[in-house]
T-cell receptor, first 112, second 116 residues
């Protein structure tokens, strides 16, 4: 079965620093990847996505990098702010299966 | 972006009772909705895929007779937890995708169920 894992369960950064959250996956049939942010007691909030035909995508203060060779996904947050404090999940969709498989999550703590 | 709502946002019930949770796509039609369950400090686990006008598809280990799913319209899916027990206490989250498009899933705010 598919497994999606994260390297660091908790990441603590100083306000203004850049944050990098990593995710590893095992199924090479995965072709769509999404990063979600979840604040306490709320549903996941879409941050950014990337399809398997790309290796980088940028949004506002966020960048997602995809390395299909080593099955690795990362989320970079520039100039991290206290409001970025949350749990971040990577999720992936396998070809032909519309449901998402979620990683275990990384808690980002931003120190003022 | 697309908005998905859930009702209620939280519910407390006695053991043995049934609880219904609604998931609505407010500004788009969703032929497919998904139900997830999340225990404290854990990730989201898919319970079932809800298809408008047909039976839901349940993940392995999820009892279809305990977690009844109805997707009666393109904007509404319901999850009924029947004969709830304390171990069913969890955060239930639904998501929906835009009809006819391969697009990201939009999540509802979740429903906190506590079974006494």
């Amino acid at each position: 079965g598919e497994s999606v894992g994260l390297h660091l369960p908790t990441l603590s950064v100083q306000e203004g620093d850049n944050s990098i959250i990593n995710c590893a996956y095992s199924n090479s049939a995965s072709d769509y990847f999404i990063w979600y942010k979840q604040e306490s007691g709320k549903g996941p909030q879409f941050i950014i996505d990337i399809r398997s035909n790309m290796d980088k995508r940028q949004g506002q203060r966020v960048t997602v990098l995809l390395n299909k060779t080593v099955k690795h996904l990362s989320l970079q947050i520039a100039a991290t702010q206290p409001g970025d404090s949350a749990v971040y999940f990577c999720a992936l969709e396998e070809t032909g299966r519309r449901a998402l498989t979620f990683g275990s999550g990384t808690r980002l703590q931003v120190q003022p | 972006g697309a908005v998905v709502s859930q009702h209620p946002s939280w519910v407390i019930c006695k053991s043995g009772t049934s609880v219904k949770i609604e998931c609505r796509s407010l500004d788009f039609q969703a032929t497919t909705m998904f139900w997830y369950r999340q225990f404290p400090k854990q990730s989201l686990m898919l319970m079932a895929t809800s298809n408008e006008g047909s039976k839901a598809t349940y993940e392995q280990g999820v009892e279809k007779d305990k977690f009844l799913i109805n997707h009666a319209s393109l904007t509404l899916s319901t999850l009924t937890v029947t004969s709830a027990h304390p171990e069913d206490s969890s955060f239930y989250i639904c998501s929906a995708r835009l009809a006819g498009l391969r697009d990201t899933q939009y999540f509802g705010p979740g429903t906190r169920l506590t079974v006494l």
